[in-house]
Nanobody, 123 residues
Framework: QVQLVESGGGLVQTGDSLRLSCAAS????????MGWFRQAPGKEHEFVST????????YYADSVRGRFTISRNNARNTVYLQMNSLKSEDTAVYYC????????????????WGQGTQVTVSS
């Protein structure tokens, strides 16, 4: 079993950048495909991005492609989400998740979840 802890959220203005981190413990991170999801108030979880176990493959939701970058450092057991050109519609709680698959875009594909970190983008 792997435990995930997100950090790096905060209050920023439109156009600013943030980098989220997800620290894993309990198991080797390279055993898992990783993903980021987000949930805005009153909405369902939304897929944001995923990265394969080796980091060689990444995929993004259309809403963030070109602005967000997912990466991982397996030696440090950490996954990152670099978020640039933030918009008000990016405001949400961001969750890191781990899947035993190589990667995934659906919530049900993920086995382990962090507690989330709040990102608020003010216009």
């Amino acid at each position: 079993q792997v435990q995930l802890v997100e950090s790096g959220g905060g209050l920023v203005q439109t156009g600013d950048s943030l980098r989220l981190s997800c620290a894993a413990s309990g198991r080797t991170l390279s055993d898992y495909g990783m993903g980021w999801f987000r949930q805005a108030p009153g909405k369902e979880h939304e897929f944001v991005s995923t990265i394969s176990r080796s980091g060689g493959n990444t995929y993004y939701a259309d809403s963030v492609r070109g602005r967000f970058t997912i990466s991982r450092n397996n030696a440090r057991n950490t996954v990152y989400l670099q978020m640039n050109s933030l918009k008000s519609e990016d405001t949400a709680v961001y969750y890191c998740a781990a899947t035993t698959q190589n990667w995934g875009t659906k919530k049900y594909e993920y086995n382990y979840w962090g507690q989330g970190t709040q990102v608020t983008v003010s216009s």
